[in-house]
Structures are given as C-alpha cells and as structure tokens.
C-alpha cells in the first residue's frame, strides 16, 4: 500500500522559471494539503483540496501561486515566476476525508524547491 | 488564530536519558493534538496523538498528556535512543476557515541523542 507519492524530490528552478510540483494521495484517500517549510521554520499550511475542488488556500501566497485537484491524476502545485524566496520544502500529506471530526495526515517526502 | 508554542533547540541528550520537549497552544475551540517526527531528508511521520483533554497518547515509548487547563501537550520519553536523533514537531488540528481541517506547527525541535 504506497504511501503519499511526491515528484520530483529535488528541483532546480532559475529565477522567473515555473516550478510544478505533484503529489499523489495515498490510495483512498480524497484530501490532499499543501505545507510549506521554510528553512529552519516549522510547516505552514498553503491550500486544501477536494477532487476538483479548492475548500481552503487561506495559506495560498496571493500571486504567482496555484494548485489543482483534477478527477483523475495528482494534484498540481503550480509557481510561476520562481523568486529566491520561494526555496523551500514543499510537503504534500493526504487524508480520507468522511464524517470525522478528526482525520489523520499522512504526509509525503516532501520536494525541496531550489531557486538559483 | 491558532497557534503553536514549542521549546527552541536544539536538544542534545545522551543515550537512555529522560527527554522533555516542551509544546503550548493557541485556540479556539477543542483542537486535537499532535506530535510529527522528521527524519532527515524525509517528510513528517505522525508520532502520537489526542483528541481530547485528558488524552494520553503514546508511542514507541514517547508519550503526552493533552492538558486543557495548561493548553499543553509536552512530549516526553523516559530513555532516549541515538535512533530517536530527528526533528520533532507539535501540532493542532483546528476548525478555523470554516470546515478546513489545517494543521498547525510549532517551529520544531532538533534532538541530537550521543552515544
């Protein structure tokens, strides 16, 4: 049973580049979240998504930032325009959803963005 | 809004001694409580939870007490282990932005356990 899959773990990007991160939840699941882990900080929350669906990007950055959740295939979490500030980890996690009040985030390894 | 409070590392301890990472919040409501680990270069791996005050949760021998009268969740382990050398993050799981489920993190604490 594979966990949450994150592609590419390593990415380069030159200032002014698109950086397109994936992140493909655990089978069953239909909740992903993106974190953003600045170095030496804790994980802050970016956006939540249902299939086809953006519940919460409260966390989202106002420009250059974009996610998606199709009906088939990962979830996409789009920069444009990559600035030196936006190296980072960028941590993916998924959860099954339901009528819980309380569902656990499994997360994935993580894909750390490096803006040249 | 919600917040997390965590004791700064980093946390150097030697093998088998009793380990305290200090974690407070902010919140509204009646959040659940967490404790994440991160390896290096791997994503966060959840460690132990509580739903509820009064709530133990334990895992491979680390274990904390939600106290809602303290609004703490400290994490504790009573004899480290060098494999235990990792980042440990606290966290809450709220009900802010409506019915969004986000986690919360504390800035995290790196334990170095010696030989």
């Known amino acids: 049973n594979a966990g949450v899959m994150q592609n590419p773990r390593h990415l380069v990007r030159r200032r002014g580049q698109e950086a397109r991160l994936r992140c493909s939840p655990m089978?069953?699941?239909?909740?992903v979240y993106w974190y953003r882990q600045l170095p030496e900080e804790g994980l802050k929350f970016m956006v939540y998504l249902q299939k086809e669906n953006i519940i919460d990007e409260s966390g989202m950055p106002k420009e250059r930032f974009s996610a998606e959740f199709p009906k088939e295939g990962p979830s996409i979490l789009r920069i444009q325009q990559v600035v030196r500030g936006d190296s980072a980890a960028y941590f993916c996690?998924?959860?099954?959803?339901?009528?819980?009040?309380?569902?656990?985030?499994?997360f994935g390894p993580g894909t750390r963005l490096t803006v040249l | 809004g919600d917040s997390v409070t965590q004791m700064e590392g980093p946390v150097t301890l030697s093998e088998e001694a009793f380990l305290t990472i200090n974690c407070t919040y902010t919140?509204?409501?009646?959040?659940?409580l967490f404790w994440y680990v991160q390896y290096p270069g791997e994503g966060l791996q959840l460690l132990l939870k509580a739903t509820k005050a009064d709530d133990k949760g334990s895992n491979k021998g680390f274990e904390a007490t939600y106290r809602k009268e303290t609004t703490s969740f400290h994490l504790e382990k009573g004899s480290v282990q060098v494999s235990d050398s990792a980042v440990y993050f606290c966290a809450l799981s709220g009900f802010s932005s409506g019915s969004a489920r986000q986690l919360t993190f504390g800035s995290g604490t790196q334990l170095t356990v010696l030989p």
């Open positions: 089978k069953g699941h239909s909740h």
């Open positions: 919140a509204t409501g009646y959040p659940s």
């Open positions: 996690a998924s959860s099954p959803g339901g009528g819980s009040s309380y569902n656990e985030q499994f």
